[in-house]
């Protein structure tokens, strides 16, 4: 196993409307699980909360990276990168977190 290909991860956001909410929430869910990481996968109560955490993480991203939503629940965004435990740590997604 070459030394990026264990930093792989598949991260995932779902947008989240919730019935009788105006503002839609964003779960960020990574896989395959590492020891480091939490069962639950983190909630962001905004898209620019989201893209604020995301632009520390993963340089260049903006909104035109995800998708809107037009159900009530949607995947925004998915893609396969190479992330340390710290990054997955600076997206609420490790139990240090």
Request: charged content about 30%; aromatic content about 6%; glycine content about 6%.
């Amino acid at each position: 196993m070459g030394p990026g290909k264990d930093r792989r991860i598949r991260l995932v956001i779902q947008e989240i409307q919730e019935p009788g909410s105006r503002n839609p929430q964003f779960r960020v869910i990574a896989y395959p699980r590492r020891a480091c990481m939490r069962e639950d996968p983190a909630v962001f109560s905004s898209r620019e909360e989201l893209l604020k955490k995301l632009r520390e993480v993963i340089p260049g991203i903006d909104y035109r990276s995800m998708a809107s939503a037009d159900s009530s629940t949607q995947i925004v965004f998915a893609r396969e990168l190479e992330l340390t435990d710290e990054q997955l740590a600076q997206l609420g997604l490790t139990r240090e977190a």
